[in-house]
Structures are given as structure tokens and as C-alpha cells.
């Protein structure tokens, strides 16, 4: 697969995004491969993102979730012993809004401490739900766009003390029929 050529902040937050965006298009729709349809969702809004013509949608479409979902776990689905964890952790700069806020159980909240969501799926050999990934790729959009870092060179930025692991945003996907939108079941469509 052939990349965009990726410059800035933006162009990495965007390429991820859009990668999201094709993933869930096909994902939803229960596709076994990504079709053209897909490949021109994630080109159109790449461009979008990157020109300044299109932005993100806004982080409540992500909060409605947690009213649509059961109370689980985010990263396993457990439903017993549930606490409120921070996405990106308070104490690597993680703030203290409802958006930063997700469910998780006791033993993943333990076992994900302070590593960045995106690292600690990574140790465990999993990837993200389709949703959570959304809403964490949203947070570090607007913590970059906060911190005006979006205009900069990503090489750059790699070596920023950053509260999340920009590097680790992805590109590429695992097959469709592994992804899901979330981790538990929807209560109400």
C-alpha cells in the first residue's frame, strides 16, 4: 500500500483517521475486504482533513456511546468491577473532562497503568475497537490542535514529551472480520 506523502501533525493525525473512517465504513457494513467505496471514503476525507475543508466530528458523537453500550470494560468486555479509567493518562497530561474518560474494568485499568492505549494493545498483541480508537485519535487531535503542534514536522514532534504515543497512531489495519466496532453489544441502534 502506498502512503500520502506524511509531513506534519495533521497529515499523521489525518492519515490515521481516514484509515479509521475506511475501516468502519467497511466494518459496518459487514465487508469482508475494503472496495472502492472504502478507498474513496479515506482519500476524500484525507484530503479533507488535511485542507482545512473538512474537520472531525465532534467528540459527543463518541460520549453517545457510552449511553448506547453497556457499562464494560473498553478493552475486554467485562461487565463486573467497572471503574472510570482516563484514556490518555491524567498523569502524563491526560485531562480530567468526560472525554478522556471510558469504562474499564479493574484488572485492565491495573494492567494499563500509565501506558498509552495504542502501547499497551500493542504488548498484549490486540488492536483497538473501531470506536475507542475513534474517540482516542479525536483526544489527540484536539490536544494537538490545543497545543498548536498540528502544523509541525511529525519527525519533530516524535520527540516531544507528549502524553501519547503519536508514533503508534495506525495506518494500517488488521483484517475486517477481526475489528469490531466495540467491544461490548449495542443496547439500542
Known amino acids: ?18 484509515n479509521l473512517a475506511r475501516a468502519h465504513a467497511a466494518v459496518k457494513a459487514g465487508e469482508s475486504s475494503y472496495n472502492r467505496t472504502h478507498h474513496m471514503i479515506r482519500a476524500h476525507l484525507f484530503k479533507g482533513l488535511t485542507t482545512g475543508k473538512m474537520t472531525m466530528r465532534s467528540l459527543y458523537d463518541d460520549e ?19 471503574s472510570i479509567d482516563h484514556l490518555i493518562p491524567k498523569n502524563k497530561g491526560g485531562s480530567d473532562c468526560s472525554d478522556n474518560f471510558i469504562w474499564a474494568c479493574k484488572t485492565c485499568n491495573s494492567s494499563k497503568s ?7 494493545f500493542k504488548k498484549k498483541e490486540k488492536f483497538p475497537s473501531i470506536l475507542l480508537l475513534r474517540r482516542y485519535i479525536k483526544l489527540v487531535a484536539k490536544y494537538c490542535d490545543e497545543k498548536d503542534l498540528l502544523d509541525i514536522p511529525l519527525n519533530e514532534a516524535l520527540d516531544y514529551n507528549l502524553p501519547f504515543k503519536l508514533q503508534l497512531l495506525p495506518y494500517d489495519f488488521p483484517e475486517l472480520d477481526t475489528l469490531v466496532l466495540w467491544i461490548a453489544p449495542v443496547i439500542n441502534d
Not at 506534519?8 to 483517521?17: E, F, G, L, Q, T
Not at 453517545?64 to 467497572?82: D, H, L, R, S, T
Open 1 to 18: 500500500m502506498s502512503y500520502p506523502k506524511i509531513v506534519s501533525v495533521k497529515d499523521h493525525i489525518a492519515w490515521s483517521y481516514a
Open 114 to 120: 500509565d501506558y498509552d492505549m495504542l502501547e499497551w
Open 64 to 82: 453517545k456511546v457510552k449511553f448506547q453500550y453497556p457499562p464494560a470494560c473498553c478493552f475486554c468486555g467485562n461487565m463486573e468491577k467497572i
